[in-house]
């Protein structure tokens, strides 16, 4: 049962075009909620935690927030430079963290 | 930078063959997760280390193994290797409480590649 799953898979933006990444969960009590950013061949990047709904976080262009079903990556006036695979995951007692597939984002000059 | 390392970077080995990837943790950090990534699965749990003991268990085959020694590095043990363990290993590391829900740290992984 996928518990985590992400949409879409990927997305094509111009620079300054702005748009956002879903991440829809089905597990219950939510522990945890983690955004990161994977570039070709490197491991993830840590971007954000969220642990309830309504708790929103920023880091320059980008800002996460949640819901009680999902959470959505915002992405304000992207550049090329945020090209990236954005993946988010839960975190599931006993076990560690579950990856949804992730959002291939390119933004073109 | 994570802090995390990872060695070797690529490794490439025939079918049948067993290696050993080794991850050095952040400084500080008792807990250790290894993942596998592959392009048709996706980032996988392995297994957690915490303190030297095995703290949760993922999709990890059997035909794997791995450990934390006393200086908190961590070794996956990868046996009778197959085409499909092909794919990047990553470690990550995070803070001391050994549960709960908190950020981990990757490494920049390891590529194996079975031939």
């Known amino acids: 049962e996928d518990q985590v799953t992400q949409s879409p898979e990927a997305l094509r933006l111009q620079e300054g075009e702005s748009s956002s990444l879903n991440c829809s969960y089905t597990v219950s009590g939510l522990r945890g909620l983690f955004w990161y950013r994977q570039d070709p061949g490197k491991g993830p990047e840590f971007l954000f935690t969220?642990?309830?709904a309504g708790e929103e976080k920023e880091k320059e262009r980008l800002k996460a927030t949640l819901t009680k079903k999902e959470s959505f990556l915002h992405i304000t006036a992207p550049k090329p430079e945020d090209s990236a695979t954005y993946l988010c995951a839960v975190f599931l007692p006993g076990y560690a963290l579950n990856f949804g597939k992730g959002t291939s984002l390119l933004v073109t000059p | 930078d994570s802090g995390v390392t990872q060695t070797p970077k690529h490794l490439i080995t025939a079918t049948g063959q067993r290696v050993t990837l080794r991850c050095s943790p952040r400084s500080g950090d008792l807990s250790v997760y290894w993942y596998q990534q592959s392009l048709d699965q996706g980032l996988q749990f392995l297994i957690q280390y915490y303190n030297g003991e095995e703290r949760a268990k993922g999709n990890i085959l059997e035909r794997f193994s791995a450990q934390q020694f006393p200086d908190l590095h961590s070794e996956l043990n990868l046996s009778s290797l197959e085409l499909g363990d092909s794919a990047l290993y990553f470690c990550?590391?995070?803070?001391?409480?050994?549960?709960?829900?908190?950020?981990?740290?990757f490494g920049p992984g390891t590529r194996l590649t079975v031939l």
């Open positions: 990550a590391s995070s803070p001391r409480i050994p549960a709960g829900a908190q950020e981990q740290f």
């Open positions: 969220l642990y309830s």
